[in-house]
């Protein structure tokens, strides 16, 4: 079976701050790794995804996102935050064959203040 | 990217009845599609999976005389709620995508209150 922790369930920082959003996932087989993000009164959209190949994956508003596989780990990072970036944001894993059904992290909120 | 829609997008309903929630993929065809159930500040739950024109298969510990799924189209799914206690009340969102390795989109959800 498989399991995402996301270690923070609010993440508060100032505008223009770095930000760094843990996920830790557990898993007996090899998985993908996605982050999706919700905004307020909005569906679940894809922000990035580790497939296979490069262990950097970036979005393109400015995230990204390290596969790393000894620490079970793939948390997202922005070196500098905007206003418009205060949303929920939930880790997720799936396994690369069968019905490659997505397990969820806990979400974390994120709330940029000025 | 494709959109999904759900409808309706709030519903209140009383104790007993059944509640049917749409999820619509509207600018392609969706192979499959995924049912979840959010609880408030939780995570997203998977409830069960449906391909088109085949049964759903449902996750352990989800009740399928309960939550009644059906994918008769490639464009829509319907998730019935079969005689509702407040215990169901709940944020329900749909995904779709189009084919294995392929995206998944997400509905905006459904918030189910039974009183």
């Known amino acids: 079976a498989q399991s995402v922790t996301q270690l923070d369930s609010q993440v508060p920082v100032f505008e223009e701050a770095p930000v760094e959003l843990r996920c830790n996932y557990s898993?007996?087989?090899?998985?993908?790794l996605f982050w999706y993000v919700q905004y307020p009164n909005q569906g679940l959209q894809l922000l990035l995804k580790?497939?296979?190949?490069?262990?950097l994956v970036e979005s393109i508003n400015g995230f990204e996102a390290e596969f790393n596989k000894s620490q079970t780990s793939f948390h997202l990072r922005k070196p500098s935050v905007h206003i418009s970036d205060t949303a929920e944001y939930f880790c997720a894993v799936s396994s690369p064959t069968g019905a490659q059904k997505l397990v969820f992290g806990q979400g974390t909120r994120l709330t940029i203040n000025p | 990217g494709a959109v999904v829609s759900q409808h309706p997008s709030w519903v209140i309903c009383k104790s007993g009845t059944s509640v049917k929630i749409e999820c619509r993929s509207l600018d392609f065809q969706a192979t499959t599609m995924f049912w979840y159930r959010q609880f408030p500040k939780q995570s997203l739950m998977l409830m069960a999976t449906s391909n088109e024109g085949s049964k759903a298969t449902y996750e352990q510990g989800v009740e399928k005389d309960k939550f009644l799924i059906n994918h008769a189209s490639l464009t829509l799914s319907t998730l019935t709620v079969t005689s509702a206690h407040p215990e169901d009340s709940s944020f329900y969102i749909c995904?779709?995508?189009?084919?294995?390795?392929?995206?998944?989109?997400f509905g905006p959800g459904t918030r189910l209150t039974v009183l």
């Open positions: 580790y497939l296979s190949g490069s262990t």
């Open positions: 898993s007996s087989v090899s998985v993908y």
């Open positions: 995904s779709a995508r189009d084919g294995p390795d392929n995206e998944q989109f």
